[in-house]
C-alpha cells in the first residue's frame, strides 16, 4: 500500500464541519449524522437532527460537495402521530440511508418508541414527498440498509439486531415480508470492534464485490469509542466476507469528533464512489456536526485484503 499522510486512511476534510448546529435554519438539540446520494447535479443529505424536545426528525440539505449546503427549515420526515406508524415513532425517527433502484430512492430509517427500534422503510422520486411503505423489522433491529439492485432475484437488507451486535443480512421478494436471514459479520474479541457493528452505509458494487463502510465500537474505561472500518463481501453472496480490514479507516481524533453530546464517536450513513476512485464518507461526529472524509478505494480495499483474520 502507498504510504499515506495523517494518522487515517480516511482523510478529513480541512473546511470540517461540513454542517454545524450554527448552521441550521432553526433551533434544535444536536445533529446527529446524514445519509448521501447524488440526485439532480447535486449532493442531497438527509440528516437526522434531534429537537428540542428531544426527538429525532430527517432534515433535507442541497448543495456542492465541498461547498455551502442549503439546509431545508421544515423537516422531511417526522414521526408519525397518527396511522400505524405513529405507535412505533413516537420517541422520533432518525439514521436515514437512501438506496437508488430502477429510479425509486428507498430510504431505510430507524423507528424509535417505548416498544424499543424497528426499521422503517420509505420511499420517494423528488425528495419533496415521501411515501412511508411498512416497518420491515421486529424489534429490536437497526442499522438497515439495502442493496442497490437485487441478489439471485431477491431484493437484500444488512441489519443489526441489538442482540448480540452483528451484522446480518436478511432478503424479501417483495420489500415488505423479509425473511432467510444470515449472520455476515460479528464483533471480534481484541480488537477496534470488539462489542458490536453495523452497517455504516448501503454497500457499493466494486470490482471485487460489496464494499461496506462499517461501524464498530468498542468499549474503553472512559466510554464507548466509535470508529469506522471496511470490509467486502462476495457479489453472489454478501453473507460471505472475503476481506475485512482489522484496523479502522477513521478514529475520532478532532475536538468536534471527541467532544459533543456524545463524545469519542464517528458514525456514517453513507458514502459516495467517485469516477477518480475517491470514496467520500459523509458521517456525524460525536453527535453534533456533519463531516466530510475522503480516501481512495485502492487504500480501503487493501487495508481489507492484509487482513489474514478468520471473519
Request: with cysteine; charged share 20%.
Amino acid at each position: 500500500m502507498a504510504r499515506r499522510a495523517g494518522p487515517d486512511i480516511i482523510h478529513r476534510y480541512k473546511g470540517n464541519p461540513l454542517i454545524s448546529i450554527d448552521d441550521l435554519p432553526f433551533l434544535c438539540s444536536d445533529i446527529w449524522n446524514t445519509a448521501v446520494v447524488r440526485f439532480q447535479g447535486e449532493c442531497l443529505l438527509l440528516i437526522t437532527v434531534e429537537t428540542l424536545e428531544g426527538r429525532g426528525s430527517i432534515f433535507t440539505a442541497r448543495g456542492a460537495d465541498l461547498g455551502e449546503f442549503a439546509i431545508d427549515a421544515e423537516p422531511f420526515m417526522t414521526g408519525s402521530e397518527h396511522g400505524p406508524f405513529a405507535p412505533y415513532e413516537r420517541f422520533g425517527i432518525r439514521d436515514p440511508r437512501i438506496t437508488e433502484i430502477d429510479g425509486t430512492y428507498y430510504i431505510t430509517y430507524v423507528a424509535n418508541s417505548e416498544h424499543g427500534h424497528r426499521i422503517g422503510l420509505a420511499r420517494t422520486k423528488d425528495f419533496r414527498s415521501v411515501e412511508r411503505m411498512d416497518l420491515v423489522s421486529e424489534a429490536d433491529n437497526k442499522n438497515g440498509a439495502l442493496f442497490p439492485r437485487k441478489i439471485n432475484g431477491r431484493y437484500a437488507m444488512l441489519q443489526r439486531p441489538y442482540e448480540g451486535g452483528s451484522i446480518w443480512i436478511t432478503y424479501s421478494d417483495d420489500l415488505t415480508y423479509w425473511g432467510a436471514s444470515t449472520v455476515v459479520m460479528t464483533p471480534r474479541g481484541g480488537f477496534w470492534d470488539s462489542t458490536r457493528i453495523g452497517a455504516a452505509g448501503p454497500p457499493i458494487e466494486i470490482d471485487q464485490g460489496w464494499l461496506l463502510i462499517y461501524y464498530g465500537e468498542k468499549g474503553t474505561s472512559a466510554g464507548p469509542l466509535v470508529r469506522l472500518g471496511a470490509a467486502i463481501l462476495d457479489r453472489h453472496n454478501p453473507a460471505r466476507v472475503i476481506a475485512r480490514s482489522n484496523i479502522p479507516i477513521l478514529s475520532p481524533r478532532e475536538n468536534y469528533e471527541r467532544i459533543g453530546d456524545v463524545g469519542n464517536v464517528v458514525f456514517s450513513c453513507g458514502a459516495l464512489l467517485e469516477n477518480d476512485g475517491h470514496v467520500k464518507i459523509y458521517y456525524g461526529a460525536a453527535n453534533s456536526c456533519i463531516c466530510l472524509g475522503t480516501g481512495s478505494l485502492s487504500d480501503i480495499t487493501t487495508v481489507c485484503r492484509q487482513s489474514e483474520q478468520e471473519f
